[in-house]
């Protein structure tokens, strides 16, 4: 049997400043086809020219991807400010509604940073525009210069909930992360469960309660060396079984 198709949610890029893209981070592909034993589909996020219910049909699951666009305040009632920084009203048109249809059908996803914050929004949650403004936030962003070592390098501790899913699944009730981003969970959307936190308080680790599905995203980048790091296998894993089981379920 083939392996399950994972749609990989793209970005969009100006390549050399000039070429429109649609592309993925290779660390995702290698992350999907090396870890989860899935077959890597980057999606063009685009609503002209894919549509939610197509991917539902050829996907089997979606790793949705970290971007440096933010969600749109709109999408959960506030007006844009200078703090929101840069959009992708395109990938927002997608992502949404396509993660509200996979909590529904028990289709499973793996949310990463941007698509970690898609998913509390997706459920109706809110967004801080810049925690490191905030009291007690360490500032979560990468160096804004620097080797991709560098700014992927592991800066704090992620806290599980004692007994929670990710707890279950990783073995331990501590894990270390690297940290990209500068937005984070203001208030968690309906059926949310934050159960990972840096020492700060910044929410890391969520699930959807009570979904028939994988639903687990974090707000780290599991898919830097993601076949040498354990946690990362171990997510990565877990996710492309779930995509098996819906595959299979599927038949
Ligand atoms: N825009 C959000 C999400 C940050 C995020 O996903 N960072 C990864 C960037 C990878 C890239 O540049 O493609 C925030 O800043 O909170």
């Not at 305040?73 to 506030?78: A, L, R």
């Not at 703090?83 to 499973?108: K, N, S």
């Not at 109706?124 to 525009?129: E, S």
């Not at 984070?184 to 969520?206: C, F, H, L």
């Amino acid at each position: 049997m083939s392996r399950p198709v994972i749609g990989i949610i793209g970005n969009s890029y100006l390549l050399n400043d000039q070429y429109p893209t649609h592309a993925g981070g290779t660390m995702n592909s290698e992350a999907i086809s090396q870890v989860s034993n899935c077959l890597p589909l980057i999606v063009p996020s685009h609503p002209d020219l894919v549509c939610v219910n197509e991917l539902l049909e050829v996907c089997d699951g979606f790793l949705f991807t970290g971007g440096r666009p933010n969600v749109h305040p709109e999408e959960y009632g506030e007006d844009a400010t200078d703090a929101h920084g840069e959009f992708d009203r395109c990938r927002d048109a997608i992502t949404l509604p396509l993660i509200r249809a996979c909590v529904e059908r028990g289709q499973p996803f793996f949310g990463i940073c941007r698509g970690f914050q898609e998913v509390n929004v997706a459920m109706g949650g809110t967004l801080y525009p810049e925690i490191r403004e905030l009291p007690g936030r360490m500032n979560h962003r990468m160096p804004p210069d620097g080797t991709l070592e560098e700014k992927f390098e592991i800066r704090h501790n992620v806290h599980f909930d004692e007994g929670g899913v990710f707890h279950h699944l990783l073995g331990s009730t501590c894990v270390r992360t690297n940290t990209l981003h500068g937005q984070g969970i203001k208030t968690a959307g309906s059926r949310v469960v934050i159960e990972g936190q840096a020492d700060d308080g910044t929410p890391e680790a969520i699930h959807i309660q009570d979904a028939p599905g994988f639903t687990l995203s974090v707000q780290w980048h599991p898919e830097y060396k993601a076949v040498e790091d354990p946690v990362s296998r171990v997510l990565f894993t877990a996710f492309g079984d779930a995509a098996r089981d819906w595959k299979t379920s599927r038949v």
